[in-house]
């Protein structure tokens, strides 16, 4: 597989929303968000200053939240601090495809489509693996495991930038937990977009240390620490 750079990495909604999630953009000058119903998540350049700042304005609108994601550009000071969580960005390292099979009936990983939205969200609402909106799906794949017709756990493709795919959502229903769902969800979604000649990257909060753990058991190791923050707009 081609070894491409991760500088894309440094500015991963950026250049999502530049590239493949064009077309789930909104943009006024150098600022970006995605449409409401996908996601939260805004971004300036690194370097920004008053007028990529004032853009952003334009574009969310005052008393709205401005959710940077990892961006590390200081926004004004008048901007209202709303959370700040430490987490880190992971990469899977090597092209060896993983040891699980892709999704099929023999092993019960499914693809989710938007038939499976009102499932998808309420099994989010019950775990609470990060933001996740009517048309997140629309992203990239996502896949569920089911039992018994019920969606028990998930994960999904998320940002894009070039070369790249962000896994997301993953999730698993308390009563669930300990079957290996999530590792199952992985290595579908790790083989997929191994398949594509992309690699796989994630993000995890730094408290999260069980997922973390299995993170690294199935390859990634940290490229380098990260703080997601959100802000308010005056």
Known sequence: MVNRDAVALDDPVGESLRGRHAHL?????AAATYLPEVSTFAAVPAEAGPREWAELVRLLGPGELADMFSCPATPP???EPVFSLEGRQMIRTGSGRPDHRGAGPDTGVVELGVEDVPEMLALVERTRPGPFRPRTHELG???GIRDNGTLVAMAGER???PGWTEISAVCTAPEARG???AARLLGAL???ILARDERPFLHVAEANTGAVALYER??????????FRGFRIP
Not at 25 to 29: L, P
Not at 218 to 227: D, H, I, M, N
Request: without cysteine.
């Open 218 to 227: 199935l390859g990634f190791e940290t490229r380098k620490p990260v703080t």
């Open 159 to 161: 940002l894009r930038p």
């Open 141 to 143: 794949t996502y896949l």
């Open 25 to 29: 953009a909104r943009r006024i000058g």
């Open 179 to 181: 079957q290996g769902h």
């Open 190 to 192: 790790v083989a997929r």
């Open 77 to 79: 000071s008048d901007w």
